[in-house]
């Protein structure tokens, strides 16, 4: 298994740190991780099971305080 997200994107994100990224597709795991000061979330989905997934974040200022991923 290798990463098959966009070159393009990862690269923005390197160049400009924003505060956070939000992203997923339907055939993706959850997951977060760091790209540099960046959290990336991508929430994950089992669509063929009808579960919904998602991220409820708590944001101070420019900081992201914590966040929970959810499912229902």
């Known amino acids: 298994m290798a990463p ?25 795991s959850r997951g977060t991780f760091k790209i540099g000061r960046t959290l990336c979330v991508n929430p994950g989905s089992e ?6 997934r998602g991220v409820l974040l708590d944001i101070d200022g420019n900081r992201v305080k914590d966040f929970l991923l959810t499912s229902g």
């Open 47 to 52: 669509y063929a099971e009808r579960v919904l």
């Open 4 to 28: 098959a997200g966009s070159i393009a994107v990862r690269d923005a994100i390197q160049k400009y740190q924003p505060l956070l990224g939000l992203h997923g597709h339907i055939h993706e």
